[in-house]
């Protein structure tokens, strides 16, 4: 399983990125996608999922109303618009799927990539 996150970059309050994550090594259709990101000295935090249809999203209460999570599956790539972005949101934004083995839960991430959102 590979995820690579791309998209990030230093951005002013009140504008927009587009995350994108890309994903290789499974059958990314089958599978629910989520974007996590982490803040300096903070725990990661799960801002949206998508379902593998792409029919259902859900968001957190921080973000809900300007983000919005989308995904591909002819290209195996998931997205995070981010919208009227906040000091708040900066942070490692993340990408994860997780399968559930005999031994248990596994989880899989991508590298990350930052967000910075200063003026």
């Known amino acids: 399983v590979q995820l690579v996150e791309s998209g990030g970059g230093l951005v002013q309050p009140g504008g927009s990125l587009r995350l994108s994550c890309a994903a290789s090594g499974f059958t990314f259709s089958s599978y629910h996608m989520r974007w996590y990101r982490q803040a300096p000295g903070e725990e990661r935090e799960l801002v949206a999922a998508?379902?593998?249809?792409?029919?259902?999203?859900s968001y957190s209460a921080s973000v809900k109303d300007r983000f919005t999570i989308s995904r591909d599956n002819d290209k195996n790539t998931v997205y995070l618009q981010m919208n009227s972005l906040k000091p708040d949101d900066t942070g490692v934004y993340s990408c994860?799927?997780?399968?559930?083995?005999?031994?248990?839960?596994?989880?899989?991430w991508g590298q990350g990539t930052q967000v910075t959102v200063s003026s």
């Open positions: 998508i379902d593998f249809t792409g029919g259902a999203t």
């Open positions: 994860n799927v997780h399968t559930y083995l005999p031994t248990g839960k596994v989880d899989y």
